[in-house]
């Protein structure tokens, strides 16, 4: 059974950080490309960052410079680390996992809120 389980979301003030994991089980993680998307409220879902099971890695142009995506194949995890956060960075953060075969797993979603 594939597991994808998100954490550290939370509320922080613009400008402040939060890092979140993304803790993956049933699946041979270091195969999968790993991704973190966004939905806010009346949008759609959103990818925001996305690094490839060799390492290389793609963020969407509002996050540029502001997040990093990174994983760890021995802890079967993979994190976004958020600086410089903003309100409009407000959403449900979504982990996926994406394997050769291109089926796609989603996590439950973490919350951040970004407000004074």
């Known amino acids: 059974q594939v597991q994808l389980v998100e954490s550290g979301g939370g509320l922080v003030q613009p400008g402040g950080s939060l890092r979140l994991s993304c803790a993956a089980s049933?699946?041979?993680?270091?195969?999968?490309?790993m991704g973190w998307y966004r939905q806010a409220p009346g949008k759609e879902r959103e990818l925001v960052a996305r690094?490839?099971?060799?390492?290389?890695?793609n963020y969407v142009d509002s996050v540029q410079d502001r997040f990093a995506i990174s994983r760890d194949n021995a802890k079967n995890t993979v994190y976004l680390q958020m600086n410089s956060l903003k309100p409009e960075d407000t959403a449900v953060y979504y982990c996926?996992?994406?394997?050769?075969?291109?089926?796609?797993?989603w996590g439950q979603g973490t919350q951040v809120t970004v407000s004074s």
């Open positions: 996926d996992a994406t394997g050769p075969d291109a089926h796609q797993y």
């Open positions: 049933g699946i041979i993680f270091s195969v999968y490309d």
């Open positions: 690094i490839a099971s060799g390492g290389k890695t």
